[in-house]
């Protein structure tokens, strides 16, 4: 779930599995310029069901600066949310909002908070159509600012390059995500899964990063969605 980058899951009442269709780098605009919302409304309206819950969650890759993806924060990025949480009630469904995942960088020993805009459109919009909210944003934050520069290491991808290590440890700073990063080897143009190597950052999580985050977001939707109680694996 990185919302990064985190879509849309569609949550049935029987004991099938979620389905998670969510797409890593996709923003609001781009998530349904793909036709990935598409498909998840027709899921949505797929017989056999009890109650269908949409969770929805934007913001990483809707921020400035990446070309394909970024949206207007003032109009185009509210306008969004408000529109999916719109058809996916017109589908059945309910929706459930919620603020994008922390980033993990530190600057004076504070969480740097550059998802807030972003957090606080998001809330916003579930204030203005009454959409349950997860407050992933907050929640996550609290707990980053707890673990501290060195300690929230252990929730990234891959473990951290030495020189970041030693930064976070010692001197209680996070480097550039890209400092110590080895140069990768040369490789042939129609070899595209070679290319496709994880690097250290400051966003995206390794396994025990996602089981924990997971876990906050379980313990919020016991809490704000009481419906999905009985959904919900401890």
Request: hydrophobic share 40%; aromatic share 6%.
């Amino acid at each position: 779930m990185d919302g990064a980058r985190c879509s849309a899951r569609i949550t049935p009442r029987t004991p099938r599995p979620a389905f998670n269709l969510a797409r890593n780098g996709r923003s609001s605009g781009s998530y349904r310029a793909e036709g990935l919302w598409d498909i998840a409304l027709r899921e949505m309206k797929v017989g056999g069901y009890g109650t269908v819950f949409a969770l929805i969650g934007f913001g990483h890759n809707d921020q400035p600066g990446k070309p394909g993806r970024s949206t207007d924060l003032e109009s185009e990025f509210p306008a969004n949310m408000k529109r999916y949480v719109q058809e996916a009630r017109a589908a059945g469904a309910v929706p459930v909002l919620f603020t994008p995942l922390t980033r993990r960088l530190f600057n004076d020993g504070k969480v740097e908070r550059d998802l807030d805009p972003w957090a606080e459109a998001i809330r916003k919009v579930a204030a203005e159509t009454d959409t349950p909210l997860i407050d992933l944003n907050a929640r996550s934050t609290e707990i980053v600012q707890a673990l501290g520069p060195s300690v929230q290491n252990l929730t990234a991808e891959i473990p951290a390059p030495a020189e970041v290590a030693a930064a976070a440890a010692i001197d209680g700073e996070t480097l550039p995500s890209a400092t110590g990063r080895p140069t990768p080897a040369p490789v042939p143009d129609d070899l595209r899964v070679a290319r496709m190597t994880w690097v250290y950052d400051y966003t995206h999580l390794g396994e025990f990063g996602g089981k924990l985050f997971a876990a906050v977001l379980a313990d919020e939707l016991a809490s704000e969605v009481p419906e999905m109680r009985k959904l919900l694996r401890p």
